[in-house]
């Protein structure tokens, strides 16, 4: 038993709306829906979605009710459920979702299985999905896996982008940077969150694009920082976010984390001008028949 989970709960800022529902396909599917169909060819056997309850009808209803005949489908709410009273007035002044390490966290009571964590508007492709239900399948106890890009497989042509790029010894990681990246005159610059001088970094430098691979286990060391990011934020929880880099910082002192490299590329959707590139990426991806021209009736 393998589950997807996917974090659908953040709203596109740059994109100006919810983004994970803006239909790509040639019969509206959406890029979860490539996704989903890519899990279950890989041996993904349910999908949990992380979503803000004001949300829960409009997906039920679109993506849910395409999906279900065909894969178990859950959904959990990224709320305020877990957190304790003594924070929840500073959490109420938020505007947005408190982080996705928070919301992965919110899903602890759907999964019992080793899982995938992936965002809701990525394209990841086939390769990586193979790849991390063969991780999975074979996941050792005191590891966790991640599927890293090459960093030139995962820019938009249309503006800078914030990347985890990832430093690795043995292919195992040893952290994660933070960058604001972008592509100047085929040159990759990468400038550390909250520094002023970027450098050139090579096409095949790894990041990290959240698509995750854990044991059951990894709630227990979400929850355990969860209440030390909140004890540590308290005097301004309207603006911190209990991120997945942290925690996989502090996981790694107790688990080897892999890295697993896909030749995929990305694709998604970080600025307007985006949309057309990806719609005009899937219909290539069909008329080389790697996806039917209707995804859920083939």
């Known amino acids: ?41 890989a041996g993904f056997d349910k999908v949990v979605f992380v979503i803000k309850k004001e949300n829960y009808e409009i997906f039920q209803n679109t993506i849910g009710k395409r999906i279900e005949p065909y894969i178990e489908t859950k959904y959990v709410f990224q709320d305020e459920t877990l957190i304790p009273k003594k924070y929840q007035d500073q959490i109420k002044k938020r505007e947005k979702p408190l982080g996705t390490a928070h919301a992965i966290l919110c899903a602890k009571e759907k999964i019992n299985e080793p899982f995938a964590v992936i965002n809701a508007d990525d394209f990841y492709g086939q390769d990586a999905f193979n790849k991390a239900s063969k991780y999975l399948d074979d996941i050792s106890n ?38 604001k990246v972008e592509k100047k005159n085929n040159i990759i610059i990468a400038t550390p969150i909250k520094e002023e001088k970027g450098k050139k970094v090579l096409p095949t430098t790894p990041v990290s694009m959240n698509f995750l691979l854990f044991s059951k286990d990894f709630f227990t060391i979400l929850e355990d920082n969860f209440y030390v990011f909140l004890e540590e934020n308290k005097q301004d929880l309207s603006k911190a976010e209990y991120q997945i880099p942290t925690v996989l910082m502090h996981a790694k002192k107790q688990k080897i984390i892999d890295i697993i490299t896909t030749t995929a590329k990305w694709y998604g959707i970080t600025y307007k001008e985006d949309k057309e590139e990806v719609k005009k990426a899937i219909r290539k991806m069909i008329e080389d028949k790697k996806y039917p021209q209707n995804l859920w009736k083939s």
């Open 1 to 41: 038993m393998k589950t997807l989970l996917i974090l659908a709960a953040g709203m596109g800022s740059r994109f100006k709306g919810l983004k994970q529902i803006e239909p790509m396909g040639p019969h509206g599917e959406f890029i979860i829906d490539y996704s989903i169909y890519d899990a279950k060819n």
């Open 142 to 179: 005191n590891h966790y896996g991640m599927i890293v890009y090459e960093i030139a497989n995962a820019l938009s042509d249309y503006g800078s982008c914030t990347r985890g790029i990832c430093s690795c010894i043995e292919n195992r990681l040893d952290k994660i940077t933070e960058c």
